[in-house]
């Protein structure tokens, strides 16, 4: 089974920040890697799907980054709003398993 | 707009079966280009993936739950279900129903239910 680790698990940041996140494959995944991001009580939102590609409507502060084991999504100019939890999946195994990262939760500083 | 809704009991016993169904509006389950999938979320903790469904019948489940989980679809009524058999208090959770996607060399979950929580307890 393939396994992801997401670090930090959580961390603060200020309106404004620049704020990167990490996630680790025990394997490699090739660029089969996808973003989510959930407020609380909500269901969880594409933000970016196949290592880098944004989803629709996601605003363009959002990127994201990697390769074979290691990937990074990166938000620019943190706003209100995207203070939230974001999990990395993956879906490289055939059948594809989707695994997810055990998340990082953003809060304000 | 595709919509994707949970529906269940919210209560199960320990050792009992929880069932749950999605029901999809807005879209087809018999649409080849898609998966039909469960996910759950244990109080505070992160997201799980219990398994998925094509419209053909063909499933993949989650190693971890293999061995007490099925799911099944029923195209006549754009719906598909949840079986979790033997069900401990570790089993409580929200559990979302999802439209997996693949697409642009990912698969990638593009709809979710808005979830339900079933607790396990006696």
């Known amino acids: 089974d393939i396994q992801m680790t997401q670090s930090p698990s959580s961390l603060s940041a200020s309106v404004g920040d620049r704020v990167t996140i990490t996630c680790r494959a025990s394997q490699t995944i090739s660029s089969y890697l996808n973003w989510y991001q959930q407020k609380p009580g909500k269901a969880p939102k594409l933000l970016i799907y196949a290592t880098s590609s944004l989803q629709s409507g996601v605003p363009s502060r959002f990127s994201g980054s990697g390769s074979v084991t290691d990937f990074t999504l990166t938000i620019n100019s943190l706003q209100p709003e995207d203070f939230a939890t974001y999990y990395c999946q993956q879906s490289y195994s055939t059948p594809p398993e989707l695994t997810f990262g055990g998340g990082t939760k953003v809060e304000i500083k | ?122």
């Open chain 2, 1 to 122: 707009q595709v919509q994707l809704q949970e529906s269940g009991p919210g209560l199960v016993k320990p050792s009992e079966t929880l069932s749950l169904t999605c029901t999809v509006s807005g879209g087809s389950v018999s649409i080849g280009t898609y998966y039909w999938s469960w996910i759950r979320q244990p109080p505070g903790k992160g997201l799980e993936w219990i398994g998925y469904i094509y419209y053909s019948g063909s499933t993949n489940y989650s190693p971890s739950l293999k061995s007490r989980v099925t799911i099944s679809v029923d195209t006549s009524k754009n719906q598909f279900s949840l079986k979790l058999s033997s069900v401990t208090t570790a089993d409580t959770a929200v559990y979302y129903c999802a439209r997996v996607y693949y697409g642009s060399g990912s698969y990638l979950i593009d709809y979710w239910g808005q979830g339900t929580l079933v607790t396990v307890s006696s």
